[in-house]
């Protein structure tokens, strides 16, 4: 039987609400990201809670609030203990960007949903990868690998593949094909034929122009505005998509040497860019190569100022300018500020990069762009004064009181309950209160001497022992070089430094922004003060897509290329779902799911996988032939059991039967053409085959873009008339074949030419459909 696999979505699906996915592998139950929405709406949650205490480990795709946003608030509410996975960058800047969120709200509401202690204690359980890493499961989860691969939608973002006993559980949500400054395309490609993949339908519905033209048209927008004299403003996330267009600014602004000022607007600003310089192995090759080869960090950023609080912007000197501040939703933070400030100038732009969230302000906007009237709510702490400060003092003052009275009754009724039950006779600490009776205020007299050691009701016993307190001498190893000392006692752990530089926000120094500590440290009492506006919108919207996602053009060619054996889609709009299942159905596979909040769906795979072992005596006698990096052979065995009830390949008892000559792997005519050249064979190109001496012809067919399913595999012809040429050609072929990481390629050579120089038995690679 194949491995057991059922999804069960928690939340996102049908819709653009946050992902949270329960996956569960032989029965050991994933968390697929523990997304929330910028409304913190604790009733998306509910299904969530209803399985929390069941899962036994959470996987984290991206750093942003809509797949971890609800990872603090599940641990304190929902008892969520499991061990989370993720990258160092995932799990750094998530961090940033649930302070950041915290941050925000606490400055404009009486946020209670959880704290930044909650945010810490979270980020706790985080173990974190590397790409590319097979982490090992051990326990319940025993023989399940999980690795992540680069996703290219943000910093660290992943796809996590899971894999046991040889089939593929791939999730990817929310990956980027392309190449950007940033980061480096997804490789999801490079999987084919996994048993399930788990993927989302986000842009099916939508394409993309080119690179370099959405670049032109975002570059051009804002230097319209700021030569018009106007001021732009960029929405946007905390430490996700902002770090790709920080970069396009930043290039751009040293390539044409402009002095528009540029802000980078969040309360943990300056430790997000601290962190992102520490991640260049994570970006783009081409970030890596220019550190390598100038030593220049593509985040010392020279025309950006980092900010971390509102009053320094106003501090600047009136003029054009161009701020980048979160959120995106401009539901709160700086963003919502500023918009409000400068909505009614018709010289200003609000350019944003990624589509608002169902609900939230800039959703609406974009909706309907103006000009029009918006009602916005402002709301800002402000300190306590006059009677509600001395209210607020004589409140506190009447809980620490009570609080004080409840301690004290505990400790009473404690030390009630244990006096007496561990009297010990002839231990000189304990005094028997039935045979002394002094006044706690009065010395008392023994032996005719006044002895002031009236303490608590404590009275010294008659004896001639003093009472003291035990001591227990500690004694040291010495050897010939002096004290012998353990060196674990002076090395300070590195979960211990982690969390240190959490407390404290996080940055690589253990410094946090000095305005967001403040904040933190502020004790002061205060309140909310909220007033509803209306603003007149005359300031331009537009819209860039910036959110680093493949388009629907793209992800049904991916899918294609990836074949699943079943495919479940989650994610998107119910019109992008059904488009894109639909479109899955008739050219991918024919098994597509995608079902609704709560449903499990069982994707267990069809494929009847059995684990053998190899005998010794088998192997001995296995030739194996080396093509490029790897070494196969053909195997015809007996299958037997083992003394444990294993299954065992065991040597045949009869003579193996012949086998037809078939070759694995795939070759391109070009290299071949090279080769046969450097061999001394005229070779050229003709009327798309390619012609090898005076007789022979190669001819390449079958379709190359439905490579890994089993339509896809390819056919080389040789045509000619059987000659010595005919037979060196064909041996060269043999030799010049190449394995790849997936897909086949099958030699279709006629009967007669078996005789003369016949090939060797066949070569086969596993996952060769036909084979």
Not at 642 to 666: E, I, N
Request: negative net charge; charged residues 25%; aromatic residues 8%.
């Amino acid at each position: 039987m194949g491995t057991s696999v059922q999804v069960k979505p928690l939340c996102g699906v049908y819709n653009e609400n946050p992902l949270c996915y329960l996956v569960s592998v032989d029965g050991f139950n994933f968390l697929m990201d523990c997304g929330w929405n910028d409304h913190f709406d604790p009733s998306l949650l509910q299904p969530l809670s209803r399985v929390a205490p069941s899962i036994d480990a959470v996987l984290l795709s991206h750093p942003d609030t809509l797949h971890l946003g609800a990872l603090p608030y599940a641990v304190k509410q929902f008892g969520l203990s499991a061990p989370v996975y993720s990258t160092e960058p995932v799990y750094r800047l998530g961090l940033l960007t649930m302070y950041d969120h915290y941050l925000s709200r606490k400055q404009v509401s009486d946020f209670d949903l959880f704290t930044l202690d909650d945010i810490d204690s979270a980020f706790q359980n985080v173990n974190r990868l590397t790409y590319s890493q097979n982490f090992h499961l051990s326990g319940k989860g025993e023989g399940i690998v999980i690795a992540p691969h680069v996703a290219g939608h943000l910093l660290g973002g992943t796809v996590w593949k899971i894999t046991k006993d040889g089939e593929d559980v791939i999730y990817a949500v929310d990956f980027n094909h392309r190449k950007e400054r940033l980061l480096n395309g997804t490789v999801l490609e490079s999987f084919v034929r996994p048993a399930v993949l788990i993927t989302d339908a986000y842009n099916a519905l939508n394409n993309q122009p080119s690179r370099r033209q959405r670049d032109q048209e975002f570059l051009d927008a804002i230097l319209k505005t700021l030569r018009a004299d106007g001021n732009v403003v960029l929405p946007v996330d905390t430490a996700g998509r902002v770090l790709e267009l920080l970069l396009i600014l930043e290039q751009y602004w040293t390539q044409h040497h402009l002095t528009y000022p540029i802000f980078f607007l969040t309360y943990v600003s300056s430790s997000t860019i601290d962190y992102v310089k520490s991640f260049l192995e994570w970006m783009s090759d081409s970030i890596a190569k220019s550190f390598e080869h100038t030593r220049d960090n593509a985040f010392l950023l020279k025309n950006v100022t980092l900010l971390i609080n509102k009053s320094e912007l106003e501090k600047v000197p009136d003029g054009p300018k161009v701020v980048l501040a979160s959120m995106a939703s401009l539901e709160a933070g700086f963003s919502h500020d500023i918009f409000v400030e400068w909505a009614s100038d018709v010289k200003n732009l609000v350019l944003f990069t990624e589509r608002g969230q169902f609900g939230t302000l800039a959703r609406m906007l974009q909706a309907d762009p103006p000009p029009k009237a918006v009602k916005v709510t402002m709301s800002k702490r402000v300190p306590l004064v006059g009677d509600e400060l001395a209210a607020y003092e004589e409140e506190q003052n009447r809980i620490k009181k009570e609080e004080a009275l409840k301690a004290s009754l505990i400790k009473e009724e404690e030390s009630k309950a244990t006096h007496g039950s561990h009297i010990s006779v002839g231990d000189p600490m304990v005094i028997d209160d039935s045979n002394t009776h002094v006044s706690s205020d009065v010395p008392a007299r023994y032996d005719g001497v006044y002895r002031d050691i009236l303490m608590d009701g404590f009275v010294p016993p008659s004896s001639s022992v003093a009472p003291m307190f035990p001591f227990y001498e500690k004694y040291s190893e010495w050897d010939d070089f002096g004290e012998v000392i353990n060196p674990d006692d002076y090395v300070i752990k590195e979960e211990d430094m982690d969390h240190g530089s959490m407390q404290v926000g996080g940055d690589p120094n253990g410094r946090f922004d000095e305005g967001s500590a403040s904040l933190i440290l502020d004790t002061a009492p205060s309140k909310v003060v909220s007033n509803e506006l209306t603003v007149q919108v005359k300031a331009s919207l537009v819209y860039m897509d910036y959110e680093g996602r493949s388009d629907g053009r793209s992800v049904k060619s991916i899918l294609a290329h990836v074949a699943p054996l079943k495919l479940v889609l989650v994610h998107g709009s119910a019109e992008a779902t059904e488009h894109l299942k639909q479109h899955c159905l008739k050219h991918v596979c024919p098994h597509v799911y995608a079902p609704q909040v709560e449903e499990t769906i069982d994707v267990t795979s069809d494929l009847c996988a059995y684990k053998v072992q190899l005998s010794e005596k088998l192997m001995s006698n296995v030739l194996f032939k080396k093509l490029g990096d790897h070494e196969i052979a053909w195997v015809d065995a007996e299958v037997g059991k083992t003394d444990s009830d294993m299954l065992s390949l065991l040597p045949l008892s009869t003579p193996a039967p012949p086998h037809k000559s078939v070759f694995v792997g795939d070759i391109k005519m070009a290299d071949f053409k090279q080769f046969l050249a450097s061999k001394g064979v005229p070779v050229e190109f003709g009327g798309g085959a390619l012609r090898c001496g005076e007789y022979v012809t190669l001819r390449k067919i079958g379709d190359a873009s439905q490579k890994g399913s089993g339509a896809g595999i390819q056919q080389i012809i040789i045509e000619g008339p059987l000659s010595e040429e005919y037979y060196k050609i064909r041996d060269y072929l043999g030799f010049a074949i190449a394995i790849p990481d997936h897909g086949g390629l099958a030699i279709d050579i006629p009967d007669h030419a078996f005789g003369k120089n016949a090939l060797p038995p066949i070569w086969i690679m596993p996952n060769i459909e036909g084979t």
